[in-house]
């Protein structure tokens, strides 16, 4: 293969102005990730109507429960699926192609979306247990989203918007979250309307009609729709030029969908700009090194970003995802849901994806879009840095005087506390720590390394799901959710994320800079072929910081 035919390649995309295709790209891989969002947040909006469903034992003063296995398992069986999911089709889209897999994801996420609301009778443990086993395989559709979705963007990208790119992709999760949200609150507005019902504390039969079985299944089902309606655009989009000139090192492919991406006209500008100046600029190395993922080589070269991409996206999770999952029990202690004995199930359902409707549209969609139009300006690093440590404040600044926000008169003010510890989440590492990845590591250990730090943020997540079920407790044996052994209570357990973040912030400090390089700088990785300088010496690309 000649040198130069890659080149023509790696300049065309470092160089080329923005296209129609990019912003198609944009939102064909972020329906993946608004699907994602969807169907991983929308299960803690149902949770609560589960067990007043499935659960009821006839307390007069609380109403039926999600035992503590079931509720883990429930909310934490689509993360252990979602973190297989990443590092299996991590895996692949290095060993065969991203676009190849590319698919795949979404018929999962569509079939078990479907099939998630679906059971074959209403006895508890057959709901349970069917709901449970399709959510795990969505997960895995879900997990190979990441790497893919990604690298894929990353690859696709100009040096100088890459991080914008990368990062709209992430941010249609916050989409994702709020359009949950938001059916939850038209399914169940609708419901209610329909079929009202007395309070729980007025009659604990006739608070959950019938008909609310109806509701979750909706709810969940729902998420098949974007998963359906994205597919076909999706198996057309071209494999990355960049994989296909530097992993299967195919120069004519390559340069063919190169111009399906940034069009022909423009190709063969870039291309004479290449030949006539750049091969200076770029500044290639030669034969491509082939070392693995396990190799001295890698672990000397990349080894320690491996450990920061990992670890960071680890403490993330743990702090972002229990915010999420316990976000409702947070709400309801200082009164901004109501108790529960004082609704009906459909009622709380409604109340609950209020609140959620609210705080996604006033803190995570504005976080999300902060980051996409300032990564390229201040870097993904400072952000990281800024993020984590406003979270770390904030967090703080709510556990301590956990008592003073739960005055009536202080509840706003609580609520103001906890949508800013979310802004600076996706104004921070929630975004970054999917970006970063996607630049540091070389093409052909790229999707393998995005698959393994986003698995290590599930990894988190699932602590922060399972643990804070049992941590968040009350200290108080009598105020426990039924079945749930006295805990932390949600002041300690706050403090606990507020030490989290700031390991977060410390840790971020490993991770370099790529903001303004061109892949190949960011990683140091060879091209095919190296030119020479007049000596006959090899020149070598810039290693990363």
Partial sequence: MENGGTHKVLDAFDNSKTSRFHFLAIVIAGMGFFTDAYDLFSISLCTKLLGRLYYFEGDKDRPGSLPPNVSAAVNGVALCGTLAGQLFFGWLGDKIGRKTVYGVTLILMFICSIASGLSLTTE?????????????????????????????????????????????VFAMQGFGILVSAMISLIVSAGFRHKYPAPAYQDDMVASTVRQADYVWRIILMFGAIPAALTYYWRIRMPEPPRYTALVKHDEEKAERDAQKVIGSKRFAVEAKLEQEHRPRERQPVGPTEEWGLFSREFAQKHGLQLVATTTTWFLLDIAFYSQNLFQKDVLTNVGWIPKAKTMNAIEEVYKISRAQTLIALCATIPGYWFTVALIDVIGRVSIQLLGFFFMTVFMFALAIPYDHWKKEDNRIGFVVMYSLTFFFANFGPNATTFVVPAEVFPARVRSTCHGISAASGKAGAIIGAFGFLYAAQSKDKTKTDRGYPPGIGIKNALIVLGVTNALGFFFSFLLPETKGKTLEEATGERVPNALQDGRGEEIQLPAPN
């Fill in 124 to 168: 508890p443990k057959a709901v349970m247990t069917t709901l449970c086993f399709f959510r795990f395989w969505l997960g895995f559709g879900i997990g190979g989203d990441y790497p893919l979705s990604a690298t894929i963007m990353a690859e696709y990208s100009t040096k100088k918007t890459r991080g914008a790119f990368i990062s709209a």
